[in-house]
């Protein structure tokens, strides 16, 4: 089950042309393309004749016929041409998604459309700030459900084993994690004091010696994450610390998609404090996120196995305890999103 009323990313920008593609959001099949003035349209992947999507069919100016029969769409989905007498069902017409272009990305309304508000779309600080540099990769296919990248999101003490030659440090593996519960999401956090950079951050760092480090990772609904981290000379750091002049800061952004109960398209990009026009950091940082991110996507896929096939209950830990209210409130959203749609319908 999935959140319906929400923005979800549906592609990276330069992604979607003038040329007609099929994407799946929610296990819902899209049409999607650019209108001859560059305007982003997506709708429902089916003519309602006989389902052939519309993506096997042509694009004409800023109409979609169907390769089936010649029943031609416009951008709002109202059917404007079909074969025959020149009469027109009323129920010719197919879903049209509202999408928005934001911050690089595609992002979709899989709602009720008189509910979207482009007000709404997660918030990047400092994104287009020429003081912040920025590197990213391609989206991620993987092969586990959405919810598992939520708690991996919420999860900072995996790294200690699943990222040793990157992000992991001794004091990833025991520091007490804090749990803060937000309107739109939970926040897990904790600060380490006085040890040494964990190995991605030591080559990008620009001071010597121990640090102060934080990590805060939020994820809010539906699935959308902020990663940051603060390393700062030991010393400068924790929640009222006056932070060093070469504090460096890196923020993580993190959406995921579901395509289906089992699949999730990833998105990624960070933006850092520092050297902002440095393309060979940005590069650096892009290759060793990106080993990074496939050493979790590896862990996950196998995790969805264990968690599709388990013979006996799964354990929780204290850990965990983010992940848990993550999921609970999202489930009760959820639950009275469909209430509402039952109330709707009767």
């Not at 709708?43 to 389902?51: F, M, Q, S, V």
């Not at 694009?59 to 007498?85: M, N, R, S």
């Not at 993987?142 to 699943?162: E, F, I, K, Q, R």
């Not at 096939?309 to 009760?332: E, M, T, V, Y």
């Amino acid at each position: 089950m999935f959140l319906k009323n929400a923005w979800y990313v549906a592609a990276w920008d330069h992604e979607i042309t003038r040329e007609l593609q099929q994407i799946t959001v929610l296990g819902e099949k899209i049409c999607v393309f650019r209108s001859e003035a560059g305007d982003l349209v997506g709708l429902e992947d089916a003519c309602p004749h006989r389902k052939l999507p519309l993506s096997k069919g042509r694009i004409k100016g800023d109409t979609v016929e169907c390769g089936y029969h010649g029943l031609t769409f416009d951008c709002a989905g109202q059917c404007v041409w079909a074969p025959g007498t020149g009469r027109i069902p009323s129920n010719a017409k197919v879903h049209a998604y509202p999408l928005h272009e934001k911050y690089g990305l595609v992002w979709i309304w899989m709602g009720n459309p008189a509910l979207a508000e482009t007000s709404d779309i997660f918030e990047i600080e400092n994104y287009g700030d020429p003081a912040w540099g920025i590197n990213r990769g391609a989206a991620m296919e993987l092969d586990c459900n959405y919810l598992l990248m939520c708690d991996n999101l919420l999860d900072p003490t995996h790294v200690a084993w699943v990222h040793q030659s990157s992000f992991a440090a001794e004091a990833t593996k025991d520091t007490p994690l804090r749990i803060t519960k937000t309107d739109d999401g939970v926040i897990v956090h904790r600060w380490m004091m006085d040890h040494e950079p964990a190995p991605f951050y030591k080559k990008i760092v620009e001071f010597e010696g121990n640090c102060d480090r934080l990590q805060h990772y939020e994820v809010r609904y539906p699935s959308h994450a902020l990663i940051k981290a603060v390393f700062t000379p030991a010393g400068t750091g924790g929640p009222d610390g006056p932070l060093h002049e070469k504090t460096f800061v890196m923020d993580s952004y993190n959406f995921m998609t579901p395509t289906n109960e089992g699949q999730t398209r990833y998105y990624w990009f960070q933006l850092r404090n520092i050297r902002p026009h440095d393309e060979a950091l940005s590069e650096m940082m892009t290759a060793d996120v990106q080993h990074a991110f496939d050493e979790d996507r590896d862990v996950l896929n196998e995790i969805q196995k264990g968690m599709s096939n388990k013979r006996s209950p799964h354990i929780d830990l204290p850990i965990d305890g983010g992940q848990l209210r993550f999921r609970r409130q999202l489930q009760a959203m959820i639950n009275e999103e469909q209430q509402v749609d039952r109330q709707m319908a009767e």
